[in-house]
């Protein structure tokens, strides 16, 4: 027979690793990804960054930091970033630091539109610490991949642990970007 020692020692370890286990589950970053079926995302090389019209901006300093860890993660994939109105691909982003509406129109900040200066949007509802990553192809003027990855942007008071939370979600966001040709 085991004595009551080891069976407290080993109720102990049991409750301990289950503890981890919800931890480590109830921190892990949720990604999810969508993009439009057929598209050659081969043909894109060059990028812009654009902003989504009506939606809440972070202050400066995690405006860089999140397009640092977008540019880096796609940079390994071989793209560039460029400002250039003739880029390939425009790319925006959306944070929620509680939960809030996204809104999924888009403007450089020179006046385009969809449409010729008309703009089609629709919302959604995007929860707390959330970064949301928008793709679109200017040419047909259209959304053409989205990710969200949650628990990236919960603000902590220590500066390193936020960019490090950060650069770990945009790497699990951008994991399988670009998508596989069917």
């Given amino acids: 027979m085991r004595s009551t020692a080891h069976r407290e020692f080993a109720r102990i370890f049991i409750v301990g690793g289950l503890l981890l286990t919800v931890s480590v589950f ?14 050659d ?3 894109y090389k060059t990028y812009k960054w654009v902003t989504v019209d009506g939606a809440e901006q972070p202050d400066q300093i995690v ?9 880096t993660a796609l940079a ?10 003739t880029a390939d691909m425009y790319v925006a982003y959306q944070v929620s630091i509680r939960q809030q509406e996204q809104w999924n129109a888009y403007g450089t900040g020179g ?16 929860n707390i610490g959330t970064l949301g ?14 990710g969200q990855a949650t628990k990236t942007l919960n603000p902590s008071k220590d500066p390193k642990k936020n960019q490090d939370r950060l650069n770990k979600g945009v790497a699990k966001l ?4 670009p998508p596989k040709a069917s």
Wanted: glycine letters at 8%; hydrophobic letters at 35%; proline letters at 4%.
């Fill in 174 to 177: 951008l994991k399988d970007f």
């Fill in 63 to 71: 405006d860089q930091q999140i397009k640092l860890a977008v540019d």
């Fill in 26 to 39: 109830v921190a892990a970053q949720d990604i999810k990804t969508n993009y439009v079926p057929g598209t």
């Fill in 41 to 43: 995302f081969s043909k």
């Fill in 76 to 85: 390994s994939k071989g793209m560039t970033r460029t400002d250039a109105d």
């Fill in 111 to 126: 006046g385009w539109r969809f449409g010729g200066g008309m703009a089609m949007a629709t919302s959604t509802t995007i």
């Fill in 133 to 146: 990553l928008d793709f679109y192809d200017p040419q047909p003027q259209k959304l053409i991949w989205r």
